[in-house]
């Protein structure tokens, strides 16, 4: 399976600009896709195909990557963004997610 | 609006079958696939199954021995049974609707299930 890693946690200040990582163990093309996970809730598509914004998200959220290596940028964060992240992979069979990266506003 | 809605016991004991309805609304099981994804408290989400529109169904091969997906769409109704349960198997389980390129596009509220005797 495509093993997909993701830092565990980052802090940042409002207004900051953040990035958050997903690197995958072997190729996804732009099979890759983000969602964010508040506490209690269901994830959320923010970002799919790597750089697609889903409708009605703010275009803080941005995406980029290719192949192995995939980012995830709020810029500017605001204090609502606390939240998890996850990246989800659909190139390969099966599909996998990552571990999530826990956003803290300081 | 889209909407998805998970339903079943909260509780299941060890070695027991897992029973789960996903009702959907706002579109059709005939146009979009419908995936179930579980996740246990903590940790990240891991793929279980699919639903195609089609009628077709595709399993994660690490559940696959223990996992049948159904549907019934005069009822707009998915179901999810597992068997074998173990304590591991415990979590929120999700029904989820694929778009174009397996994207989840929208998740039902989850199902919390607790395997403990």
């Known amino acids: 399976d495509t093993v997909l890693t993701q830092s565990p946690a980052l802090a940042v200040s409002p207004g900051e600009r953040v990035t958050i990582s997903c690197r995958a163990s072997e190729s996804v093309s732009t099979g890759m896709h983000w969602y964010q996970q508040k506490p209690g809730q269901q994830p959320k598509l923010l970002i799919y195909g790597a750089s697609n914004l889903e409708s009605g998200v703010p275009a803080r959220f941005s995406g980029s990557g290719s192949g192995t290596d995939f980012t995830l940028t709020i810029d500017p964060v605001e204090a609502d963004d606390t939240a998890t992240y996850f990246c989800?992979?659909?190139?390969?069979?099966?599909?996998?997610f990552g571990a999530g990266t826990k956003l803290e506003l300081k | 609006q889209v909407q998805l809605k998970e339903s079943g016991p909260g509780l299941v004991q060890p070695s027991e079958t897992l029973s789960l309805t996903c009702t959907v609304s706002?579109?059709?099981?005939?146009?979009?696939?419908v995936s179930w994804v579980r996740q246990p408290s903590g940790k990240g989400p891991e793929w279980m199954g699919r639903?195609?529109?089609?009628?077709?169904?595709a399993y994660n091969s690490a559940l696959k021995s223990r996992l049948s997906i159904s549907r019934d769409t005069s009822k707009n109704q998915v179901f999810l049974k597992m068997n074998s349960l173990q304590t591991d198997d415990t979590g929120t389980y999700y029904c989820?609707?694929?778009?174009?390129?397996?994207?989840?596009?929208?998740w039902g509220q989850g199902a919390s299930v607790t395997v403990s005797s």
């Open positions: 989820t609707r694929e778009s174009l390129g397996y994207v989840m596009d929208a």
């Open positions: 989800q992979q659909s190139w390969n069979d099966p599909n996998t």
């Open positions: 706002g579109f059709s099981l005939t146009s979009y696939s």
């Open positions: 639903m195609w529109y089609d009628g077709d169904t």
